[in-house]
């Protein structure tokens, strides 16, 4: 588990861009459940490739965007466990992965991005890559 000062700055990447953070299974149940249209929901880390290429992918495709997720939610693996594990009940059959990018529709998981499919690519080619997701499901 991270200490809270650590992780402060990552979580505010995404909550000061409108993601509600969810910090326990109860709160990310009833999110993934109650919501209809479409539900972004991110597996923030504290990894390099988060910091690095996840977390400002997202940023820019939410800026760039023509169609845009209706629900925007996180999780922090290595903080909020509970949270998280029962985040990844909801996206299998994808093995765990941290970072990962989830996209929700009614419910249902429509598309996932991997941490292999983050390692190694830059903010812009992610960010390209969730706006054509957007485009195609939101």
């Known amino acids: 588990m991270y200490p809270e000062e650590l992780v402060r700055p990552m979580r505010a990447e995404l909550t000061n861009i409108g993601f509600d953070e969810l910090k326990s299974a109860e709160e990310v149940k009833k999110h993934l459940t109650d ?3 479409t539900t972004l929901l991110v597996i923030n880390s504290v990894c390099g490739c988060a ?6 992918g997202v940023a820019m495709a939410l800026q760039t965007a023509s169609k845009k997720p209706a629900n925007l939610a996180t999780v922090f693996a290595g903080v909020d466990q509970e949270a998280t594990a029962k985040a990844r009940e909801y996206t299998l059959p994808f093995p765990p992965s941290s970072p990962s990018i989830a996209l ?4 249902e998981l429509v598309h996932f991005v991997e941490r292999h499919h983050i ?6 080619v992610i960010g390209e890559h969730l706006s054509g997701v957007f485009e195609e499901f939101c």
């Not at 910091?51 to 400002?56: D, E, F, K, L, W």
């Not at 929700?104 to 419910?107: H, P």
């Not at 390692?119 to 812009?124: F, K, M, V």
């Open 51 to 56: 910091a690095g290429t996840a977390r400002p």
């Open 104 to 107: 929700f529709k009614d419910g």
């Open 119 to 124: 390692e190694g690519r830059s903010a812009q």
């Open 35 to 37: 919501k209809s249209g």
